[in-house]
């Protein structure tokens, strides 16, 4: 994972159970600003960390900022499907 500018993450290709911690660390940094969040890399994504994603754009609306996931990889997509979600669910503007 790595902050590319203020307001801007590119997600790494590996989110399993240990990058949960590090992702929510990430995003605690830019709480407050509005974020886009580039999925384009992702091979492999676990339920913890669509959660904490879940939660952070939950948290964005509740804070009034955007938050926007975009350009998701094909299994990152899948996944999502799998655990019974919509992409528009990691957005700020939907919830």
């Known amino acids: 994972m ?3 500018a203020a307001g801007s993450m590119t997600l790494p290709s590996e989110l399993d159970i240990k990058a ?3 992702l929510a660390t ?3 940094a830019l709480r407050g600003r509005d974020v886009a969040i ?3 890399q992702i091979e492999r994504v676990g339920a913890q960390c669509l959660q904490v994603l879940l939660s952070a754009a939950a948290t ?3 804070d009034g ?3 926007t996931l975009s ?3 094909a299994p990152f997509s899948d996944a999502v499907r799998l655990a019974g979600l919509d992409l528009s669910d990691f957005s700020s503007r939907n919830h």
């Open 2 to 4: 790595g902050i590319a």
């Open 20 to 22: 949960a911690i590090p």
């Open 26 to 28: 990430e995003l605690l």
């Open 38 to 40: 580039d999925a384009s």
């Open 60 to 62: 964005w609306h509740a």
């Open 65 to 67: 900022a955007d938050f």
């Open 71 to 73: 350009a998701p990889s």
